[in-house]
């Protein structure tokens, strides 16, 4: 089985194929400046790029751009310091990724480096119609700021609506069980269809 390994994308070469691939897979064209203040982790199968993130550690933050000033006057989550703050953006997973081992190594580097990164609050945003992102994030028990139609400045989307919250470092942890039941299920419906298709 082919092996996943992962390492900080840094090089313009490499940071271009990155936007380049995480654009073709979220269909949102970040600005090239973004990638000067964020941390790129790509996913790699040999030699080839097959997915990865990007961790933005300090403001500010194109999640909260999202978010109505109406909302940051009256959530009191906006009183919070933004330095305790982090966000993921760019998250992508190729079709090479495509086995539950392979996935479940690959959600475990995403929580164990965010984790690491020891930030209090993680800020999550994602397209509400990418049913299977919506569904790994719910599992973190996440608690919504805003969802809604995206404001496309500062960045081209096709996405009609987004949904922005934020959940904490530790509920990510506590709740790795549910991703481990999730990668579970995948493998079991992995196996029956392989033998289906064995079968015919």
């Not at 271009?16 to 996913?43: C, D, K, M, Q, W």
Request: aromatic share 12%.
């Amino acid at each position: 089985m082919a092996k996943l390994n992962f390492r900080k994308i840094s090089e313009p070469y490499e940071i271009e194929n990155f936007f380049t691939l995480a654009t073709h897979h979220s269909g949102v064209r970040l600005p090239s400046a973004y990638a000067e203040r964020a941390t790129i982790y790509g996913a790699f199968i040999g030699d080839h790029l097959a997915g990865g993130y990007m961790l933005v550690t300090k403001p500010d933050y194109r999640t909260l751009m999202f978010v109505p000033d109406h909302c940051k006057r009256e959530h009191a989550f906006f009183g919070n310091s933004a330095y305790e703050m982090m966000e993921i953006n760019a998250l992508w997973l190729g079709t090479r990724i495509k086995t539950p081992q392979m996935q479940l190594r690959f959600w475990t580097n995403l929580i164990l480096t965010v984790f690491f990164c020891r930030k209090k609050y993680l800020l999550l945003l994602s397209n509400t119609k990418n049913k299977t992102i919506l569904r790994l994030v719910q599992m973190a028990n996440p608690t919504i700021l805003y969802e809604g139609p995206p404001q496309l400045a500062g960045g081209q989307s096709k996405h009609q609506s987004i949904r922005v919250g934020y959940t904490t470092r530790w509920s990510i942890l506590l709740h790795f069980p549910r991703y481990l039941k999730e990668i579970a299920d995948r493998k079991r419906r992995f196996k029956e269809t392989r033998r289906a298709q064995i079968a015919h």
